[in-house]
Nanobody, 115 residues
């Protein structure tokens, strides 16, 4: 049972990145999934949430990323995504995917936004 993130990196302000989270060992499609982030010296914060199939795949976002980030999932590929556009320096953080029902976390992927 694991989650493995990828897709982080260094990007200039205004740029875009897409994070991926590969899930294994559980019935991915039926689980709500989340993206969190943690910046240096700050608490981990919830970025986006997407429900499983029984919730219709509904989504919710933190106010700080609404309109810029999009959470999605491909249940056939057991993969969660986070499309991040119009990135700002304050988006710099380690991003984690999470399956809250089973308290499962990935190892995190670093996103750095800087000119």
């Amino acid at each position: 049972v694991q989650l493995v993130e990828s897709g982080g990196g260094l990007v200039q302000p205004g740029g875009s990145l897409r994070l991926s989270c590969a899930a294994s060992g559980f019935t991915f499609s039926t689980y709500d999934m989340r993206w969190y982030r943690q910046a240096p010296g700050k608490e981990r914060e919830l970025v986006a949430h997407i429900s499983g199939v029984f919730g219709g795949g509904s989504t919710n976002y933190a106010d700080s990323v609404k309109g810029r980030f999009t959470i999605s999932r491909d249940n056939a590929k057991n993969t969660l995504y986070l499309q991040m556009n119009s990135l700002k320096p304050e988006d710099t953080a380690v991003y984690y995917c999470n399956a809250p029902r089973i308290s499962l976390w990935g190892q995190g992927t670093q996103v750095s936004v800087s000119s």
